[in-house]
């Protein structure tokens, strides 16, 4: 695509209603949550997974999800359990994340955590109750779809879960913790896995349903990648910038348990400008797609701008 083409999605971008669109989407990707999972005995565990699934959050995955399928062509129907999917894996690792041998937080999303509700063995289960049943979820429930595609799904999935994703990233950052010599690599590979590798597999996955081409798909991947890091980076300044009512979670943790951030390397107004830096570039691997692209061009200013 010419420059002048490129500019011109940027532009239109601008005139992009997000707000709108994140709004009906939002609301989609709630109706299906709710309907994804309906209480049955032994109805604590099931009160406890849909307690943190249901306790509102950006929905940026299952968005993002929904988004790049669009993109290839597929329709809504045929990401949802997929994103719904990528919903109840990122609930679980916040679960998971918030407990006392982990993080040790009250709070999330503007509510009590998990553990602090039900105790730490059934949030301990409702972790691994939603982690599971994302896996069945996307088998069972997506239609209109060629079989090999649900399969590298579910692959992909499995990969930003285990060791090679999040939970990678997390072991090394809970090595990290009180340690002052931590290398800007290290806290890029732990960004790297604790949150890139989702982000990845939500805009790469939906655009494997719909069957997307492998050169496109590593443009995705790329534009993944750089938003992955840069949302970190602004979760990171947010976490001293914004208040506790802002994030929904205690805010200034990251000061207080002396964690190396990005802020702590590059100070407030550096992080601001690396996570620009890594915004252009996520949109500069869209221009191929042209106008199509106009939600994750917007989806990537959103993230850098984001307050909570
Ligand atoms: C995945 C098997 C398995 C275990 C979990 C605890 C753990 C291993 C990993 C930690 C992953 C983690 C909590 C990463 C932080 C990612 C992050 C920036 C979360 C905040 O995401 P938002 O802002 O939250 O999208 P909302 O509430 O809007 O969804």
New binding site residues.
Partial sequence: MATADAANVLEQAVEFDLATYLAERQALVEEALDRSLPVVYPEKIYDAMRYSLLA??????PILCLATCELVGGTIEMAMPTACAL?M??????I??DLPA??NDDY??GKLTNHKVFGEDTAILA?DGL?AYAFEHVATETKHVLPERILRVVAILGRA??AA???G??VV?LDCEGKKDVSLETLNFIHNH??AA?LEASVTSGAILAGISEINLKRLSRYAQNIGLA??IV?DILDITATQEEL?KTAGKDLQAQKATYPSFWGLDESRQQAQTLIQKAKAELTEFGEAAQPLVAIADFIANRT?
Avoid: A, P, Y
């Fill in positions: 509102g959050g950006k929905r940026l995955r919903e894996i990122h609930t679980m690792s916040l998971h994340d982990m993080d999330r999303r972790g982690l879960v285990g994703g999040l939970v990233g997390q950052d604790k949150t989702l949302f970190q979760d929904g909570h």
